[in-house]
């Protein structure tokens, strides 16, 4: 062995490992200057009762450690018209925004037809959205093949009728009103005809103002529920479900607030934002919207106790213990 060549040796590891230490530490700077890059996202809401959607959105980003670096642009709900909500997501994608979060099934048809009239290839991601593929978002929901991904509703209609009818058995009639020119009405309301309702009879009222579908609750026949599906168009009903519970008429809801039913077959808004989050996280991250797979918002049945006694609404206990939450 000839002298010095285990110095020499020495100094060749020494060397690589003062190299891979520099690259190290590069690539953890470079790695904090990404992770401090300013980020913006645009939100395009068409109904408040979806804000808690944006809090749940808000909530799991700060949870996976973004902070100042993170802008979310939101000007509120803009209203249900189709050209409205077009504007705002046209508005955001001029303002150069990193992604958008799309509050429903109008927001996110408006972010669509934007991006593609603008040639951008901005992400988006929705919650909610009850049928991502037949709306034409994605090609399926394991692999969207868009630039299109989020958290959708399953139709489970035929469920909360189910639900509906354990709770409330002495229903022999539905009534539900909607919007004829609300996209979601229409598409809820064509799930009926796959069901098998047996002997329990719909009546689908069509009104365009919470007044009109107030004018029909003096004809309603006792042994009739009122079912109250989303309908963004007539907004939140709530004065609705009161006056009709004041009358001694159940009112059920489907993906409704609880707060002036009986019972409800929904998801938690908040929760569903949460959700969403670790979505746009990762595409935040880098990865591609197309292989993000949409995932599912879980169902609960909830069970409001108080506004059952106020009206003198009997409702048997055994489903008090089934519900996922009671308002007592």
């Not at 004829?180 to 009104?207: Q, R, Y």
């Not at 103002?209 to 107030?214: G, I, Q, V, W, Y």
Request: glycine fraction near 8%; proline fraction near 5%.
């Amino acid at each position: 062995m000839r002298p010095g060549k285990p110095n020499v040796w020495m100094w060749s590891a020494t060397g690589w490992a003062k190299t891979l230490l520099l690259v190290l530490v590069g690539s953890f700077l470079l790695g904090c200057k990404a992770a401090d890059k300013s980020i913006t996202i645009g939100v395009v809401n068409y109904h408040s009762d979806l804000d808690s959607a944006l809090a749940g959105l808000e909530a799991g980003l700060a949870a996976q450690g973004y902070g100042p670096e993170l802008t979310i642009i939101y000007a509120g709900s803009v209203g249900q018209s189709l050209d409205l909500v077009e504007a705002e997501a046209l508005r955001l994608l001029e303002l150069g925004v990193d992604a958008l979060y799309t509050m429903g099934t109008v927001p996110t048809l408006a972010a669509k037809n934007m991006i593609a009239a603008t040639g951008l290839s901005v992400p988006v991601v929705f919650a909610p959205v009850i049928d991502p593929v037949s709306e034409g978002f994605v090609y399926s929901l394991a692999e969207p093949g868009t630039g299109i991904t989020g958290v959708h509703n399953a139709n489970l209609v035929g469920k909360s009728i189910e639900w509906l009818q354990m709770i409330l058995p002495d229903t022999r009639h539905l009534i539900t009103f909607y919007h004829p020119d609300d996209i979601i009405s229409e598409s809820l309301l064509a799930s009926f005809n796959d069901l098998d309702l047996g002997e329990l009879a719909l009546s689908a009222v069509s009104v365009r103002s919470a007044e009109e579908a107030m004018q029909h609750l003096s004809l309603i026949a006792p042994d009739t529920t009122l079912l109250v599906m989303p309908t963004p168009r007539l907004g939140g009903l709530q004065l609705l479900q009161e006056s009709a519970l004041s009358l001694g008429l159940p009112v059920f809801g489907y993906n409704a607030p609880v707060d002036h039913a009986l019972a409800s077959f929904t998801v938690n808004w908040f929760e569903q934002g949460q959700q969403a989050s670790y979505l746009m996280g990762r595409i935040l991250s880098g990865a591609d919207p197309a292989i993000v797979s949409v995932e599912a918002a879980e169902s609960r049945l909830l069970i409001n106790q108080a506004n059952a006694r106020k009206n003198r609404i009997p409702i048997d206990h055994r489903w008090l213990t089934l519900a996922h939450e009671v308002v007592w």
